[in-house]
């Protein structure tokens, strides 16, 4: 990704290369990491930051994470670390972060007219469900996942309810606007304007209240959280995109990753039956932990679609930062057709559907 910082362009490899020659020295001596093996983890796609593993016998393993995006400040990054050390000193399943030698959560290096932010986390024990080929425990039943899913979830939301920041992050709507929709997406798909805005008036309209509004992950799935497969707890972390918002955004997200348990199922019927009951533990093991009313619960396909809607939006964002022609291949299609059509639930239970190419649909121009 090239992102131009005034007359300055830098990208990830050239980041790489800053921490192979000065960055990780820096960085060692400022959180104490001396006779560790730090080691370089691949990006993953839309992947923000630069990140490492750090390891040493008799030592507990660090996640080194350094950010050089413009797109972020340093209140920013504070609202985060701050917030996920109250989740920790609450008792959030989370990766606690870990303070510098000088005692702050994050420090700030500039080396050439760049500016990185560097933070260091404690390594979530276990590993992620891909990690293990998407198998659970041995000898335990995978609803035990499910519970736990919701209750970790459940835990987080409930602390939330009780956080007041020093260094406040951003909010939803600071970013997800009708201002920030037209400019992201083409004009050439002027009924998917129409209906993200109509979207976002909707959510205009709904109460903000402690219960159903506060600091939320906003992308908790099984790829941000890692599982102790002796236990089955799940720790949670990669809080970058944390926001203030509705906590049913976040359920809807889990709801979302459930379809892959059963997205090959040819019979619609016996995919809503599994989701529903999925679902239904998945809110039990929540509500062991926070309260969560029916009103806002009924609202669950809206959330289904807020996630669709920001789905789609970064795409679009991705590949406008990213210089690439702007397309829609067959997942961005069939994501744009089910809200041009109100298609609700992602569409996993219509026609629309194919169990044999999931959540694809033909390609359109632009």
Same mark, same amino acid.
């Given at each position: 990704?090239?992102?131009?910082?005034?007359?300055?362009?830098?990208?990830?490899?050239?980041?790489?290369?800053?921490?192979?020659?000065?960055?990780?020295?820096?960085?060692?001596?400022?959180?104490?990491?001396?006779?560790?093996?730090?080691?370089?983890?691949?990006?993953?796609?839309?992947?923000?930051?630069?990140?490492?593993?750090?390891?040493?016998?008799?030592?507990?393993?660090?996640?080194?994470?350094?950010?050089?995006?413009?797109?972020?400040?340093?209140?920013?990054?504070?609202?985060?670390?701050?917030?996920?050390?109250?989740?920790?000193?609450?008792?959030?399943?989370?990766? /606690?972060?870990? &303070?510098?030698? %000088?005692?702050? *959560?994050? +420090?700030?290096?500039?080396?050439?007219?760049?500016?990185?932010?560097? =933070?260091?986390?404690?390594?979530?024990?276990?590993?992620?469900?891909?990690?293990?080929?998407?198998?659970?425990?041995?000898?335990?039943?995978?609803?035990?996942?499910?519970?736990?899913?919701?209750?970790?979830?459940?835990?987080?939301?409930?602390?939330?309810?009780?956080?007041?920041?020093?260094?406040?992050?951003?909010?939803?709507?600071?970013?997800?606007?009708?201002?920030?929709?037209?400019?992201?997406?083409? /004009?050439?798909? &002027?009924?998917? %304007?129409?209906? *993200?805005? +109509?979207?976002?008036?909707?959510?205009?309209?709904?109460?903000?209240? =402690?219960?159903?509004?506060?600091?939320?992950?906003?992308?908790?799935?099984?790829?941000?959280?890692?599982?102790?497969?002796?236990?089955?707890?799940?720790?949670?972390?990669?809080?970058?995109?944390?926001?203030?918002?509705?906590?049913?955004?976040?359920?809807?997200?889990?709801?979302?990753?459930?379809?892959?348990?059963?997205?090959?199922?040819?019979?619609?019927?016996?995919?809503?039956?599994?989701?529903?009951?999925?679902?239904?533990?998945?809110?039990?093991?929540?509500?062991? +932990?926070?309260?969560?009313?029916?009103?806002?619960?009924?609202?669950?396909?809206?959330?289904?679609?807020?996630?669709?809607?920001?789905?789609?939006?970064?795409?679009?964002?991705?590949?406008?930062?990213?210089?690439?022609?702007?397309?829609?291949?067959?997942?961005?299609?069939?994501?744009?057709?089910?809200?041009?059509?109100?298609?609700?639930?992602?569409?996993?239970?219509?026609?629309?559907?194919?169990?044999?190419?999931?959540?694809?649909?033909?390609?359109?121009?632009?």
């Amino acid at each position: 990704m090239f992102v131009r910082k005034g007359e300055i362009v830098i990208n990830y490899n050239e980041v790489v290369s800053i921490g192979d020659t000065y960055l990780l020295t820096v960085v060692s001596e400022l959180f104490g990491l001396e006779g560790y093996e730090i080691q370089l983890i691949p990006p993953h796609e839309g992947g923000r930051n630069v990140v490492y593993t750090c390891e040493k016998e008799g030592e507990s393993a660090k996640i080194l994470r350094i950010a050089f995006l413009p797109d972020r400040s340093r209140e920013d990054f504070l609202g985060e670390v701050e917030y996920i050390r109250y989740l920790f000193e609450h008792g959030g399943s989370v990766s /606690d972060v870990v &303070s510098s030698r %000088k005692g702050n *959560l994050l +420090e700030e290096i500039t080396h050439n007219n760049h500016t990185f932010f560097a =933070c260091l986390f404690g390594k979530a024990k276990g590993k992620m469900l891909v990690e293990n080929n998407y198998r659970y425990r041995e000898g335990v039943p995978i609803t035990e996942y499910f519970y736990n899913c919701g209750k970790t979830l459940g835990k987080l939301h409930q602390i939330s309810k009780g956080y007041t920041p020093v260094h406040r992050r951003h909010s939803f709507f600071d970013k997800f606007n009708a201002e920030y929709i037209d400019n992201m997406i083409p /004009d050439t798909l &002027s009924l998917l %304007k129409e209906k *993200l805005v +109509e979207l976002l008036k909707t959510l205009e309209g709904l109460d903000k209240n =402690c219960e159903s509004f506060g600091m939320i992950h906003f992308d908790y799935n099984d790829g941000n959280y890692s599982i102790d497969f002796e236990t089955g707890q799940i720790t949670v972390y990669d809080f970058d995109n944390s926001c203030f918002g509705w906590y049913m955004f976040d359920l809807a997200s889990i709801w979302g990753n459930g379809v892959g348990w059963i997205q090959f199922e040819p019979d619609a019927g016996k995919r809503k039956k599994f989701m529903e009951d999925y679902f239904e533990i998945v809110l039990e093991g929540y509500r062991s +932990e926070t309260k969560l009313e029916d009103s806002m619960l009924n609202m669950l396909p809206l959330f289904i679609n807020i996630n669709i809607m920001e789905n789609i939006v970064e795409l679009f964002k991705d590949m406008r930062d990213n210089g690439e022609e702007l397309e829609c291949d067959e997942v961005l299609s069939y994501l744009i057709k089910c809200l041009e059509d109100d298609i609700p639930y992602q569409g996993f239970f219509h026609e629309i559907y194919s169990c044999k190419e999931p959540f694809e649909y033909e390609e359109r121009k632009i």
